[in-house]
Nanobody, 115 residues
Framework: QVQLVESGGGSVQAGESLRLSCAASARIFSLLPVDWYRQAPGKQRELVAGISSGGRANYADSVKGRFTISRDNAKNTVYLQMDSLKPEDTAVYYC?????????RGQGTQVTVSS
């Protein structure tokens, strides 16, 4: 079974950057579409960015131009580069991998942005 582990979260000031990583335990990960979601306290889960197995990316309007999703299939890892962070980006960030009709979820990593 594929397991996902997120890392790279932390506490930063507004305007700074973080890079999140989503590492998988199996090579099949390179064939799977992957999304980054986030959930802030009291808010609904929000899709932040997604990337296909071929590397095609899509973004939520709220992060376009600031966040970049990428993947290194040799390392079974998907990244989320987050630049120009804002306090409203504060949330727990999760990566999800789509496998067939199912979804594999990571445990999440906290991102806190202070003004």
């Amino acid at each position: 079974q594929v397991q996902l582990v997120e890392s790279g979260g932390g506490s930063v000031q507004a305007g700074e950057s973080l890079r999140l990583s989503c590492a998988a335990s199996a090579r099949i990960f390179s064939l799977l579409p992957v999304d980054w979601y986030r959930q802030a306290p009291g808010k609904q889960r929000e899709l932040v960015a997604g990337i296909s197995s071929g590397g095609r990316a899509n973004y939520a309007d709220s992060v376009k131009g600031r966040f970049t999703i990428s993947r290194d299939n040799a390392k079974n890892t998907v990244y989320l580069q987050m630049d120009s962070l804002k306090p409203e980006d504060t949330a727990v960030y999760y990566c999800n991998a789509h496998i067939g009709a199912g979804l594999i979820r990571g445990q999440g990593t906290q991102v806190t942005v202070s003004s």
